[in-house]
């Protein structure tokens, strides 16, 4: 059931073939450096690219602007201990100032970091301080076919391996990524978010949930974990989040707003310590690099992330965007996640090597075919290690309807077609910093 309707539209078209193919070719085939206007259905990701309610929106006019003090950001703090559970708050620009603040204040050189699966900037903020990042998914996280219900768990037997490698006294930090975006949004469950507080107090680490997608995660759990069969999905989130020591937050995922993030906790001292580093980075500690009708915003929308309509829609939504993509024959990562449907390039473009970027030919395809913008998730987008060759097509939240997404499906229907003349790509200039490659990289055919 649709839990919403439209306000306020947005006029879009269709560029034509000939102006697709000159854009991807001036982007350098990478589809960051494509204009907006150029783009018909876009899928790049669901951050920040949401719809926001009426209600946000009438947020948004009684933002309080104060530099000091702001009664916006009294709101923020009310609706992180309400739906989160936690009463101390650093906000943030976005999740990416929420992790240099937060990483910056746990981590020095030499340190290691387990996470279930790192994603790309937070590989980038663990190593920008002179950490490790290490994996720990489970095994069969990146096995696209096999069936499960909590893929996206983080594995105990690997991290105790690795504490047993390095020594505990050089692992201070566990992060739990839910819902796991690097292993195509698959959820993780509540009991394996005890477990791993159990490790983490077993080496004295500190245990962070990145909780970018929790109220997604929470809608898994719901269906998927027998004891929360009959749970709310605010009680479900407060249970799982409950067990961290420190959120990190992106509010442009389940905060429903286009900017915005914080750090949140229960640890006076840990709170003391990012807010001063937020103060050097971010701004002062009750607005954080935003402004105050954003923060009011953010508080409205993390109350609406975990309303049982607004959740059961979204994952519904990209259910049913996955059976599309599957109806026409596209290999998709089973089950689908919570904010995705992740490609198999692999398999769709079996004639390419990883040398030759698969998920990044198929991307390109996608857009060339019918103007659809994703992003490669595979070893263009992380360098250096072993995962499967994934596209990711984000859906936006509230924002597309049916038809859209059937014109994405009809767009990978006809890539289908014709994969065999699709050419691989190879790196033609990239920044000094591999793990953030692929927003500014450069390609071109290897044919050319």
């Known amino acids: ?24 070719e001036q982007a350098g085939y990478n589809v960051f450096d494509l204009a907006a206007e150029d783009v018909f259905i876009d899928l790049l990701t669901d951050s920040g690219t949401g719809a926001m309610s009426d209600e946000q929106w009438a947020a948004l006019l009684r933002g309080d602007e104060a530099y000091a003090g702001s009664r916006s950001f009294d709101e923020l703090e ?16 976005q999740g990416r100032g929420a992790e240099n603040v937060l990483y910056g204040t746990l981590l020095e050189d030499g340190d290691v970091a387990l996470n279930n699966t790192h994603f790309d900037t937070t590989r980038a ?3 920008n301080q002179g950490a490790d990042p290490v994996d720990c998914p489970v ?36 992060i739990l990524t839910i819902t796991n975006n690097s292993a195509a949004g698959q959820p993780v469950s509540v009991e394996n978010t005890r477990r791993v507080r159990e490790f983490a107090d077993e080496i004295d ?47 442009k995922k389940d905060g429903l707003v286009n900017a915005g993030g914080f750090v949140a906790t229960d640890d006076e001292a840990l709170f003391e310590k990012c807010k001063q580093r937020a103060i050097l980075y971010e701004g002062f500690p009750t607005y954080g690099g935003m402004a105050g009708r954003d923060v009011a915003a953010m508080a409205v929308g993390l109350r609406e992330a975990v309303e049982e309509a607004y959740v059961t829609d979204r994952i519904d939504q990209v259910r049913a965007f996955a059976a599309m993509l599957e109806d026409v024959g596209v290999p998709i990562y089973t089950p689908p996640g919570g904010h995705a449907v992740y ?42 290690t072993d995962r499967p060759e994934l596209v990711r097509l984000a859906v936006p939240r509230r924002t597309y309807h049916d038809e859209h997404l059937e014109h994405v499906a009809e767009t990978a229907a006809a890539v289908l077609e014709t994969r065999e003349s699709i050419d691989g790509l190879e790196i033609a200039s990239e920044p000094a910093v591999p793990e953030l490659r692929h927003f500014t990289a450069s390609l071109e055919p290897i044919s050319s």
């Open 1 to 24: 059931m649709v839990a919403y309707k439209s306000k306020v539209v947005e006029r879009i078209q269709l560029p034509s073939r000939q102006r697709r193919e000159r854009a991807l």
């Open 78 to 93: 009310s609706a992180v201990a309400e739906v989160m559970g936690f009463s101390r708050v650093v906000p943030t620009h």
């Open 125 to 127: 903020h663990v190593a």
């Open 139 to 174: 095994a069969r996280a990146h096995d696209l076919t096999v069936d499960g219900p909590f893929k996206g768990n983080f594995s105990l037997d690997r991290a105790r391996s690795v504490v047993d490698d390095v020594g505990s006294e050089r692992v201070p930090l566990v």
């Open 205 to 251: 680490a500190t245990f962070v949930i990145d909780a970018c997608r929790f109220a997604e995660n929470a809608a898994f759990v719901a269906r998927r974990e027998d004891e929360f069969a009959d749970a709310e999905i605010s009680e479900i989130a407060r249970e799982q989040l409950g067990y961290a020591d420190a959120l990190v937050m992106s509010g």
């Open 343 to 384: 490609l198999d390039a692999g398999s769709t473009l079996p004639h390419l090597s990883a040398e030759e970027f698969p998920g990044q030919a198929l991307v390109c395809a996608l857009y060339r075919e019918g103007g659809v913008r994703g992003v490669e998730l595979g070893s263009f987008a992380f360098p250096g």
